[in-house]
């Protein structure tokens, strides 16, 4: 499982996150699981058909990280979210969904709070992104885990550190979301492994 020793806000953005690198393997890469809730459009995103009253429904990624850097896009409009509206890492064991607080956000997970920008962890909030409320329709989740960081961002944006000093002691991170809105259309795409370049990123002729 991840641990979290402390959580930070920092003002500029990772450099690492301008030169991604995606492999062939990647074109594989999918939302694998989710609860009965929902259903698939495409490969990267699904719809929320059907939610109960005080349940919560999820989906994890079929590909986990141990270490490495990597930078995860998210399609979650600020019109379908609600308390619980959550995206992070979790592990295979944290729970996609029901009435538990083992969702992501729960024990050995991380995950932002898409109503009220905290960032919750082992089921306590730990802290809360700074400048921003909500965060956008289209976002950036930066995962630093050879550094233990995880960030948020997007094109124009830096929305700041949500953890640091991020562990994976036990199994795999893997991207995951939940919502409790019926209608909800969410995405996650994964954009590749980010890269630090020293110098200019291209070379004069």
């Not at 890469?29 to 058909?49: P, Y």
């Not at 898409?114 to 919750?120: E, F, G, H």
């Not at 997007?154 to 979301?177: E, R």
Request: aromatic share 12%.
């Amino acid at each position: 499982m991840g641990s979290c020793a402390s959580v930070i806000a920092v003002p500029e953005k990772p450099k690492w996150i301008y030169v991604v690198q995606f492999r062939n393997k990647f074109y594989k890469d999918k939302i694998l699981e989710t609860t009965d809730g929902f259903r698939q459009i495409n490969n990267n995103t699904v719809e929320l058909k059907a939610c109960t009253k005080n349940n919560i429904e999820g989906i994890r990624w079929s590909r986990g990280f141990t270490t490495g850097r990597h930078v995860i896009e998210f399609i979650y409009p600020v019109h379908v979210r609600t308390r619980w509206s959550r995206v992070g890492l979790g592990t295979r064991e944290t729970s996609l969904g029901g009435k538990t607080k083992d969702v992501i956000g729960g024990q050995g997970s991380f995950a932002i709070d898409l109503v009220s920008n905290k960032a919750y962890h082992n089921n306590r909030a730990v802290s809360k992104l700074p400048g921003i409320k909500p965060l956008p329709d289209w976002f950036f989740m930066y995962v630093d885990l050879d550094e233990g960081v995880i960030q948020f961002g997007s094109d124009s944006a830096f929305y700041g550190t949500a953890f640091q000093n991020v562990t994976v002691t036990d199994g795999q991170l893997f991207p995951m979301a939940t919502a409790c809105v019926t209608g909800a259309v969410i995405g996650i795409v994964y954009r590749g492994e980010g890269k630090e370049v020293q110098g200019p990123l291209r070379k004069k002729r």
